[in-house]
């Protein structure tokens, strides 16, 4: 059973940083997909990053057009870790983010096999 945990959510400014970190235990994602969702109030979760693995050490990554060219995700294997780094944060990014896991290593953004327990980021105006 994989657990996801993520941390450094919090309040920033408008056009502040943020970078959520996921550790994950229970089995090595080196091989699958990892990637980020977020959820606004009364809404469903959605899509915001993800990862996976292209062959040798290389890993690609696919974004949301809302965040595309903002946020940037990127993982360290040594440490089971997938991380999200967001700049130019707007208030409209307020959401509970939370870290997934895939089921192999097809897209993230089909096919979760586990979440995090989320982490609230709020964008002040």
């Known amino acids: 059973q994989v657990q996801l945990v993520e941390s450094g959510g919090g309040l920033v400014q408008a056009g502040g940083s943020l970078r959520l970190s996921c550790a994950a235990s229970?089995?090595?994602?080196?091989?699958?997909?990892m990637g980020w969702f977020r959820q606004f109030p009364g809404k469903e979760r959605e899509f915001v990053a993800g990862?996976?693995?292209?062959?040798?050490?290389?890993?690609?990554?696919d974004y949301a057009d809302s965040v595309k060219g903002r946020f940037i995700i990127f993982r360290d294997n040594a440490k089971n870790m997938v991380f999200l780094q967001m700049n130019s944060l707007k208030p409209e990014d307020t959401a509970v983010y939370y870290c997934?896991?895939?089921?192999?290593?097809?897209?993230?953004?089909?096919?979760?096999?586990?979440w995090g327990q989320g982490t609230q980021v709020t964008v002040s105006s």
């Open positions: 997934a896991a895939g089921l192999d290593n097809t897209r993230v953004s089909t096919s979760v096999d586990n």
């Open positions: 229970g089995r090595t994602l080196t091989r699958y997909s």
């Open positions: 990862t996976r693995w292209s062959g040798g050490s290389t890993y690609v990554g």
